[in-house]
């Protein structure tokens, strides 16, 4: 049975070959309502799912996420980026691509799909440029200061820990320094992450044994 082609059909099938990418319903609904403002998301899915029941698109299910649309109907498969969920034609021929087992269990086959999942150039560099961000922030503290590095503040409080004969209160430790409970509060953290201060009694710290070494640096 012929399709009948209505402006609406003639439209989506216009753009979704003007585009030259695998466009979900939505994104053609967008394209679509500026040339007609009062067709409908609905009627853009239905029409698509006409079109492809007929085989003048491709009908796409990429990993279980929002069903695409292809207008190239020349057998080739797609690879799809996990990350911003890309959809590029694969040209990888019949290479690899063995039926036999299929044959054997009498199957008539009518196509195939082979899936290919990985992350595109563009979302690969953004996640090198994370990762190096990630690292260049673990390296510096709070409170500004380099990792292996100690401020004169971290050497005050070091120091006043040392000169105690055991855990200190952070109260104790301000009033030695003359820093404010909040100043003391925060390098404390600091010191912590670096592995120079324990707290071995609930609200008192202690010097580590590295904490005492990085003193003497």
Do not use: W
């Not at 402006?7 to 939505?26: V, Y």
């Not at 492809?52 to 009908?59: A, G, H, N, P, Q």
């Not at 890309?86 to 082979?114: C, F, P, Q, S």
């Not at 050497?155 to 055991?166: P, R, S, V």
């Amino acid at each position: 049975m012929e399709l009948r082609m209505t402006n609406q059909r003639e439209m989506i099938l216009r753009e979704l070959k003007k585009s030259k990418k695998h466009l979900t319903a939505d994104e053609l609904y967008e394209r679509v309502k500026k040339f007609m403002p009062r067709i409908s998301l609905a009627t853009v899915y239905r029409n698509l799912e006409i079109l492809s029941d007929v085989k003048m698109i491709r009908k796409l299910e990429i990993s279980g996420r929002q069903k695409r649309f292809d207008s190239e109907l020349e057998d080739h498969d797609h690879i799809y980026c996990v990350q911003c969920h890309r959809i590029e034609n694969l040209d990888i021929g019949e290479t690899g691509v063995n039926l036999a087992a299929v044959d054997m269990k009498g199957y008539t086959v009518t196509g195939r799909r082979l899936e290919v999942t990985g992350m595109c150039p563009k979302c690969q560099k953004e996640q090198m440029q994370k990762t190096q961000n990630k690292n260049k922030g673990e390296s510096t503290m709070a409170c500004g200061c380099k990792k292996d590095t100690l401020s004169d503040e971290q050497k005050q409080i070091l120091e006043a820990m040392n000169n105690c004969d055991g855990p200190c209160a952070s109260k104790d430790i301000a009033a030695a320094t003359g820093l404010e409970a909040k100043q003391v509060s925060c390098r404390i953290t600091a010191l912590k992450k670096k592995g120079y201060v324990e707290s071995p009694v609930r609200c008192k710290y202690g010097i580590t044994s590295e904490g005492k070494t990085a003193l003497r640096v």
